[in-house]
């Protein structure tokens, strides 16, 4: 299989919750009397907790929210899956099954009732698969940044982690390879089932984006070279949900974002907290850089 892998960047080792000052303080987090839901962070597909959330986190922490962050889906020693390592790269539905376990320590901790969930990238997939079981629908709002809920091509830049991956499957197809066996092998299933039209998300939007009780808010960007097209990050509200979708460039046209600066950019990072917080929006304008 390694004569058909293309150069993919390194990435590091699982972080320790220690990484993100701030962060996981179970036992001694206090929110403030405006934020009273916790927060979970979820990455996505090649990027850990860390690498992800560090410009967040700190945002939302320094504001008075209680932040949780987990990082998922890495190989598991005997497994004969996502053999790079990969964060995110495990089946999106056992992804949703840690996430499920997280969130439940987190209001056990905190004794919430419910969380808010922000969501980057395959995360957004991650906690939708998650809220697709009735009993476990104890998220109040779903910030899906740069989600991939419609899937994509993944054409648009080869130089990219995801670019290498449809790479490897380009070079799988032409040795007459099952392709999506050598993707799960090289990094994991998550990549394929991320791709347009995959089974798994024919299965996940069956019925809808949504499910009844939740805000969502999909954050995009139209700069996205990850997600293609752009617009498949938005979700259709169904019955008993509300649904917003926005592009980091309204109000702010020719904004140059891409994926992962959606999780770092000051007007994303600003869309995510008013999302979290609307009255962020009424002491803290928009900005525009």
Known sequence: ?????????????????????????????????????????????????AATWRTLSKRLSDSGFCVFALDYGRHQPGSGENLLDLAGGSDIGESADVLAAFVSKVRSATAADKVDVVAHSMGALTARHYLKFVERNTIHTVVSVGGT?????????TDLPL????????????AGLPA???LAAAVGPAYAQQMAGSSFLTQLNAGGDTVPGVDYVAVATRGDEVVTPPESAFLTAGPGAT???????????GLAVDHMGLTTHPRSLWLIHTALDPDHADTMPAPCP
């Open 163 to 174: 670019g290498s991956n449809s790479e490897i499957r380009r070079q799988a197809v032409a």
């Open 1 to 49: 299989m390694s004569a058909f892998l293309v150069p993919v960047p390194a990435y590091a080792a699982p972080a320790e919750e220690s990484s993100l000052p701030g962060v996981n303080q179970f036992t001694s987090c206090t929110p403030a009397p405006e934020h009273q839901r916790p927060v979970v962070l979820v990455h996505g597909n090649g990027s850990g907790m």
């Open 243 to 253: 649904v917003r979708n926005v592009w980091v460039q309204d109000g702010c046209p």
């Open 180 to 182: 999506d066996e050598v």
């Open 149 to 157: 809920n419609h899937g994509s091509t993944f054409e648009s830049n």
